[in-house]
């Protein structure tokens, strides 16, 4: 049976075999308030009860007559919905935060690039970087002969940049890669408008054409 409390009208659903045929003092567990309750004339046949979720159990001392379980009716909480909405507008707080500070935290964790990356927020390496006045010379080092090349690369991104790995490759005279050689660049970052040299030598194979230095893009 449903029971209704007259002050607060949370309704509870009750075993009606608890109330008894003389009626019972229960307790409203929301509001406090205590009124006799009687069975209805038409007793409706025992109905199964779902778990008790905000059983009055009360350890707190209780009037003699009050320990009868009361039931709240289904009522859905709105709780888990806000509590879904402080967490999801919270992680749009971080990922907002991260995307404008993404430059700092990317300098103090480099781990985060990752990150990062997995978002697309990334520009590809050397973007805003430039390589100028690339120089070829052949020398002579130890008895043999390597290929010296030299350039400039110059930070036009219009604020610290990182220089990601440079990448050497020697062609032949049809196009065809003969040697790919990555090295680490002078500095591994660059202030706007600063401008650094480099330098890189190898050994040229045989048939090598064109030689150019250029930003590594694998990460
Ligand atoms: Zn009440």
């Not at 003092?25 to 409706?44: A, F, G, K, M, Y």
């Not at 059983?55 to 709105?78: I, W």
């Not at 919905?81 to 935290?105: C, E, P």
Request: charged letters at 25%; one cysteine or more.
């Amino acid at each position: 049976m449903i029971i209704t409390c007259p002050e607060c009208e949370t309704r509870y659903g009750v075993d009606a075999a608890a109330i008894g045929a003389s009626g019972r003092t229960v307790r409203c567990s929301r509001c406090s308030h205590s009124w006799v309750e009687r069975q209805p004339d038409d007793l409706p046949p025992p109905q199964e009860l779902p778990p008790p979720s905000r059983l009055d159990t009360g350890r707190r001392s209780r009037p003699a007559g009050t320990n009868l379980p009361a039931l709240p009716r289904e009522k859905k909480s709105k709780a888990p919905v806000i509590l879904w909405s402080l967490v999801i507008l919270t992680l749009v707080g971080i990922i907002s935060t991260a995307v404008v500070k993404r430059d700092m935290i990317m300098e103090r964790v480099p781990a985060s690039t990752g990150v990062f990356d997995m978002f697309g927020l990334i520009p590809a390496p050397g973007v805003g970087l430039a390589i100028q006045n690339q120089r070829i010379k052949a020398i002579q080092k130890g008895g043999k002969r390597v290929v010296r090349i030299e350039g400039d690369i110059v930070n036009v991104s219009g604020k610290a940049a990182v220089v990601p790995r440079m990448l050497g490759i020697i062609r032949d005279k049809n196009g065809k890669v003969l040697k790919r050689w990555r090295f680490k660049p002078p500095l591994p970052k660059l202030l706007n408008k600063e401008r650094i040299s480099f330098a890189t030598e190898v050994p040229p194979p045989e048939g090598s054409v064109t030689f150019v230095v250029t930003f590594d893009q694998r990460r």
